[in-house]
């Protein structure tokens, strides 16, 4: 190359240098693009969060850890049915919804990360009993999980016992029962006023995880005394009771068990309001002037959903029972009792059955017969009927004079007794 041409080329490379040069304060670095890496729609820990259970049996004067992570899973999986909220930078608060006994519970704290990874830690004092605690995101009660106090160990039979159940008569066992109610301080084998009351345990209206107290005395009558609310009394953290209002217009979150008319609203909302206010029992919609066929809830479709408490497959998310229990599904095409033909007499194949009566939608959500009929809710919704929409089986005891145990249906807004079976048996 000659003298005269490296000059040339020298020049042109300072002339473009000079054009394309930006100071310091103007020049922008752009950072490579690179392609995100496919996501699934939920994370794998969302997924395995969302089956953690509801329930967890504690024993008196010890410790547990609940994870708070199913909190922000259903608000992210269910987030069409709850208002695409997003929740998940949300800090997480813990919160004390009420418990059965003064001093059941003697702490509740939220240890570990302050977001979806950490966990409430609840120790309990030397009684017997039931509360109900839960995580609060942007202020608004997200989820909540019950507490069963109990030295009772159905796993291994301790304080208790199990029961198999074969109910096709094939000599298979299909069912493995827990021998009391969910819930009951004692599993009744006393026989006595005392221990009965004590064994009716908590009652749940169908599909819905969070429980409500039963009646306070056994009245046996089938009489309905529209807002009679002499329930089993509760307490907030403190040991101040907790009232039962009976029905309210209003929200006033944790001052006592309320009832609301849904009536005329089958929208979505219902669904978020059962999770958001745990302590309100939903009085449902009369189908077609069929007084018994009342739901509390319809999907976005404006259908019933018959499977929030998985009628024959998996457990559900939303099912009441502790872990490695599960609300009784469909089997062998036939329910979960049958076979069974002396529930009405003190000792049967499955254990003692206490008369522990229902919360009732005509009474507004008060109690009725207690110390007359049980009636106990298996995961079993009715979809094939128009009359019975809005119904679930559930096995009906009656202490009368001509005594009688019968698989019924009832209204899903009925506040009934649940007797869990052993999951994946």
């Known amino acids: 190359m000659n003298k005269q041409a490296f000059i040339w080329i020298c020049c042109v490379f300072l002339i473009f240098c ?13 950072p490579p693009v690179t392609p995100p890496e496919p996501m ?11 089956y953690q259970p509801n329930c967890y049996m504690v024993k008196p004067g010890d410790q547990v850890e609940i994870p708070i992570m199913k909190a922000y899973a259903v608000w992210g999986i269910y987030a069409d049915e709850l208002g695409n909220t997003k ?19 003697t702490e509740l704290s939220l240890n570990g990360e302050k977001n979806a990874n950490g966990f409430l830690s609840i120790t309990t004092g030397n009684k017997r009993g039931n509360a109900v605690v839960g995580i609060q995101l942007d202020g608004i009660t997200r989820w909540s999980w019950h507490l069963w106090i109990t030295p009772y ?61 039963g009646d306070s005395k056994l009245r046996n009558t089938n009489e309905a005394i529209e807002g009679d609310f002499d329930t089993m009394p509760i307490y907030d ?32 909302t219902n669904f ?40 024959s497959g998996d457990k559900s998310p939303f099912d009441p029972c502790p872990k490695g229990w599960r609300i009784p599904p469909e089997k062998n095409d036939l329910s979960p009792w049958n076979n069974l033909t002396d529930a009405a007499t003190p000792y049967s194949k499955l254990g003692v059955f206490p008369y522990a009566g229902f919360r009732y939608i005509h009474s507004k959500g008060a109690t009725k017969n207690s110390g007359f009929q049980t009636i106990l809710w298996s995961a079993i919704s ?44």
């Not at 403190?238 to 009232?243: C, D, H, I, K, M």
């Not at 009906?396 to 145990?405: D, E, M, T």
Request: proline share 6%; hydrophobic share 30%.
């Open 237 to 268: 953290a403190l040991g101040n009771p907790l009232p039962e209002v009976g029905l309210s217009t209003h929200h006033i979150p944790n001052t006592g068990i309320r009832s609301e008319e849904i009536t005329n609203d089958y929208s979505t």
């Open 40 to 50: 699934p729609e939920w994370s794998q820990a969302y997924k395995e969060a969302l």
């Open 153 to 213: 160990n159905p796993e291994k039979e301790i304080n208790g016992r199990i029961y198999p159940w074969d109910n096709n008569g094939d000599g298979i066992t299909d069912y493995i029962w827990m021998d009391r109610n969910l819930g009951a301080k004692s599993n009744g084998t006393q026989l006595n006023y005392t221990d009965s009351l004590a064994a009716c345990g908590l009652l749940y209206q169908w599909g819905r995880k969070d429980p409500f107290p």
């Open 272 to 311: 978020a309001k059962s999770i958001m206010y745990p302590m309100t029992f939903y009085l449902g919609h009369f189908n077609k002037g069929n007084s018994s066929s009342g739901d509390w809830y319809k999907t976005e479709n404006g259908d019933f959903n018959h499977e929030l408490w998985g009628k």
């Open 87 to 105: 929740l998940e930078d949300s800090k997480p608060t813990p919160i004390f919804l009420w418990q059965d006994s003064p001093n059941l519970i």
């Open 382 to 425: 009715i979809e094939s009927n128009h009359v019975a929409q809005g119904r679930a089986w559930g096995l009906s005891i009656y202490n009368s004079s001509s005594s009688s145990i019968n698989l019924d249906i009832s209204s899903k807004t009925t506040g009934a007794s649940v007797r869990c079976v052993k999951e994946d048996f």
């Open 18 to 30: 000079s054009c394309s040069y930006e100071s310091p304060e103007d020049q922008t670095v752009t």
